[in-house]
C-alpha cells in the first residue's frame, strides 16, 4: 500500500553544530533566510526534546524542499543535518522516514 504525498505536511530540518562549527551554522542559517523561504527556528545551544547536541531548526514547505535540501547536502561542511516529513507521527518522522546529511546522531526516542 501506497501512501499518498498529501500525508506529509511539511519538513524540518535539525541542523547540528558543536563550538568549533557554530560560525559555520550561523553562515548556513544567514544564506538559508537569503535564498529561500524557511522559517528558522531559535538556537539551542544545549540538547533540547531528542535532540543530543546543540542545533537550529529550520521548517521546509514540501515546495521548497527540492532546492532547500541540495543545497544543504552541498554546503553542509562540517555539519550534520536530521531531515524529516511532517506526518503527524513523531516517532516514524524522526526514525523510519528521516534523512540524514552527515552523520546520523542518537536521538532520544522517549522524548518523542
Not at 505536511?9 to 553562515?27: C, K, L, M, P, V
Amino acid at each position: 500500500m501506497t501512501r499518498p504525498l498529501s500525508d506529509i505536511a511539511g519538513y524540518h530540518a535539525h541542523i547540528y553544530y558543536t563550538a568549533d562549527s557554530r560560525s559555520h551554522a550561523e553562515q548556513i542559517r544567514e544564506e538559508m533566510e537569503r535564498q529561500f523561504s524557511v522559517i528558522l527556528g531559535r538556537w539551542h545551544d544545549q540538547p533540547v526534546g531528542p535532540h543530543p547536541s546543540p542545533m537550529f531548526q529550520v521548517i521546509i514547505s514540501t515546495e521548497e524542499f527540492g532546492k532547500v535540501v541540495p543545497w544543504l547536502n552541498l554546503n553542509r561542511g562540517p555539519l550534520d543535518i536530521l531531515i524529516h516529513p511532517e506526518t503527524g507521527n513523531d516517532l516514524e518522522d524522526h526514525t523510519t522516514l528521516a534523512i540524514w546529511l552527515g552523520k546520523p546522531r542518537n536521538l532520544d526516542y522517549r522524548k518523542l
